[in-house]
Each structure stands twice: as C-alpha cells, then as structure tokens.
C-alpha cells in the first residue's frame, strides 16, 4: 500500500468497510481551486440534485431507501445517480451512480462511486465492485480547494472518448480525464457565473 492509499485504508476502517484494494486497482488523487466561493456553496451545490445538475448540464437525482423517494438534497445512506441521458425507451438512464457513506458538512463528502457501464466489462457472472471516493474541502486564499481521492477504480482497458484518435487506455486514466472536463471546468464556469453575479459590496 502506498503513501496516497494509507489514508483512504485508514478512513474506510474507521468507517468500518472492507479495504480491498486489488493490485490492477486505480487510485485517482486531484486537487482543483474554486475561487470566490466557500466550502459550503461547493459541499450544498454537490449534494443538492437541482444544482449539480445545473453545474453539469446533465439531470442529477438523490434517493432516499427509508422513504422510497427522490429527495432535493441528499444524506447519509442516500443514493446518487448522475449523468442522466434519455434510454431508448424515453426514460432517463443514469451514467453513474453511488451511495452517501458519511458526510462533515461543508468539509467531506465520502460515497460509492460507479461507472454504468463498468458491469459490460466485466467476466460473464461477474459484477465490478464499487469503488470509493473521497471529497476534501477546505477554505483556500480567496476561495475553496477540493481535493479528490478515488480508490479502486477497475483497470481494464476503456475508450477515452476525449482522446481523437480513439485510442486505448486504461479505465482508471478514463475517469481521471472526465473529473476534469465533466465536473471541474463545468463547475468552475458555474461558480463563476454566481460570483459574477454578486451585487458589489
């Protein structure tokens, strides 16, 4: 286990989940800088089914297990479904999804996190396990640093649809690519439009 898994083991014992970090496992460590904007904005608008479907431009839902609802903001214990697109029969299929594991407010956001399209890949029988994502943040000098860490994310080989010659690489490479141009630079353009529109002090 190396120095960036340490940290993830320790806070998935405390949590009291299983580590089970296979060796091909991918683990993803990002930081990236909102300016103008707090912590909490950043934690509310990631949790709230309405704005991270406006940071995205893609329908976002939380559920709730205990009451069989969709609800606005989400909770421990709440599923996420992000990215939804219209199925072939009209109804909206959701590109990724997890569950809310524990939550600091305006600190930490610790969930289950998967690609849809994971189980395609995998051996016929055979499910690909979740993997776990932590997001870390905290004030930064003029506004809010997140820091992400995604632990077992599986390593067969994926198409990186941003790469134009449509070449290979490795699904752990894939999903660092779409944090940066799926949520951080939408998410940047979307704060940005709410300082923008600030009254001036």
Not at 121 to 141: F, N, R, V
């Amino acid at each position: 286990m190396n120095r960036m898994q340490r940290p993830a083991a320790l806070l998935l014992f405390c949590l009291g989940l299983a580590w089970a970090l296979p060796a091909a496992a991918g683990t993803l460590d990002q930081t990236i800088q909102f300016p103008g904007v707090e912590p909490q904005a950043v934690y509310d608008a990631y949790l709230t089914a309405k704005s991270h479907a406006a940071m995205t431009g893609f329908p976002a839902a939380f559920y709730r297990p205990s009451t069989k609802t969709e609800v606005a903001m989400a909770g421990e214990g709440d599923e996420f479904r992000g990215f939804g697109v219209p199925g072939k029969d009209g109804k909206l299929q959701y590109l990724i999804g997890g569950r809310i594991l524990h939550l600091v407010p305006g600190r930490e956001i610790v969930m289950t996190w998967r690609a849809a399209m994971w189980d395609e890949h995998a051996q016929p029988g055979e499910t690909t396990p979740d993997c776990i994502l932590i997001l870390t943040l905290k004030k930064s000098y003029g506004g809010t640093e997140l820091q992400l860490v995604q632990v077992n994310v599986p390593e067969y080989p994926g198409l990186d649809a941003s790469a134009a010659s449509g070449q290979y690489v490795s699904e752990a490479s894939a999903v660092n690519t779409n944090w940066y141009f799926r949520y951080w630079a939408p998410m940047q353009k979307y704060f940005q439009a709410q300082v923008a529109a600030k009254p001036a002090s």
